[in-house]
């Protein structure tokens, strides 16, 4: 064979060696478990995008912020932030200002602040979870589209009380337990202690809609789950309940010194701590508080994330500009600093 015939040879076996490393750098970097945005995965209308700026330093760097007050609700796993970078922002930018509104006759939450802005009440909205394909089409009905801007990783905890000896649950058990197949702390490896569990609603918020849709695979809750109101409710059983076991957004269970956050698995044995090692007893709390395991829910290793999201309506009103400026200030650097200070991870 000429060497001029086996130019072209050469160049095609390099290119064929090139595409099948690369695809097998693809294949073993891939991060499974359970992610929770994955709601929206099989849906025929998808949120629309909405332009974000690229993110600056400081919350003065953001251009185009509306003058005016922008009223906005939604989840209640957003307490922390809203607490820590609202302030802020208005110290910031006074021209920009914010007033958070809780629903008439219904408990605050992802849904029920996604409705509120389909409604016309809101300017924007906070969720923990991904929009709901009939969230879309509500919105398609009105008029307009919706928009999903992440600015925020956040982790689901399980917790249980500080005294339950007991090392980690897999996602599997942690479905029979809600589901009524293991009542028992014995079939997983505790004490001889029946479990009662404790959620909140399906209603009240997206953090239980996602942990019934992706944990429970969409079966409903067994008949020893007992309802609460709220986490604060929840976790005041839990503090005088031995047995008791309940999930909520990792900064509100975290740091907590009446109970304990429990570490979780993909496979039994291999659990991953929501809280950074070594864990703080609650003989240590509150002068020494557990912290979020920043690293193992921005690699993917704690099984269940999520992304927090600022819902944006497509109207092309001021509406409209002002949810998309406030996702651009959350993800300036001062915005993702804040959002780690309030114990979420930042997403970039």
Request: net charge positive; aromatic share 8%; charged share 15%.
């Amino acid at each position: 064979m000429s060497q001029k015939n086996e130019i072209p040879i050469l160049v095609l076996s390099l290119l064929i060696t090139v595409g099948l490393i690369g695809g097998g750098f693809w294949w073993f970097t891939r991060k499974p478990g359970v992610n929770l945005n994955k709601v929206n995965s099989g849906s025929t209308t998808q949120p629309q995008t909405s332009p974000v700026q690229s993110g600056g330093k400081t919350f003065a760097s953001i251009q185009n912020v509306p003058t005016g007050l922008f009223n906005y609700g939604g989840s209640t796993s957003w307490a922390p932030i809203r607490l820590a970078v609202d302030p802020a922002i208005e110290a910031a930018r006074p021209e920009f200002r914010l007033r958070y509104v809780e629903p008439n006759n219904a408990v605050p939450g992802s849904s029920t602040g996604i409705q509120a802005l389909i409604d016309g009440q809101l300017a924007f909205a906070q969720s923990s979870r991904p929009i709901l394909d009939q969230e879309l089409s509500r919105a398609q009905q009105r008029g307009f589209s919706l928009t999903q801007i992440p600015v925020a990783i956040d982790g689901l905890a399980v917790a249980v009380h500080s005294n339950l000896n007991i090392p980690g649950l897999t996602i599997d058990q942690l479905k029979s337990i809600y589901t009524g197949k293991i009542s028992n702390w014995s079939q997983v490896g505790g004490p001889n202690l029946p479990i009662k569990p404790y959620s909140r609603r399906t209603t009240d918020g997206g953090t239980v809609e996602l942990f019934v849709q992706d944990i429970l695979g969409g079966q409903p809750f067994g008949s020893q789950v007992e309802l609460v109101s709220t986490t604060t409710q929840a976790l005041q059983k839990l503090a005088s309940n031995p047995g008791g076991i309940y999930y909520a957004s990792a900064p509100e269970v975290v740091p907590q010194c009446s109970i304990r956050a429990l570490p979780l698995g993909r496979t039994q044995g291999q659990y991953i701590a929501p809280y950074q090692e070594p864990f703080v007893l609650p003989s240590e709390c509150p002068s020494k508080r557990n912290k979020l395991n920043i690293e193992a829910f921005q690699s993917g290793q704690y099984p269940i994330t999520r992304n927090l999201f600022v819902v944006v309506k497509q109207t092309g009103q001021i509406e409209q500009q002002a949810g998309v400026t406030y996702a651009n200030l959350l993800l300036t650097e001062q915005g993702q600093e804040l959002i780690t200070q309030a114990g979420f991870v930042k997403i970039r």
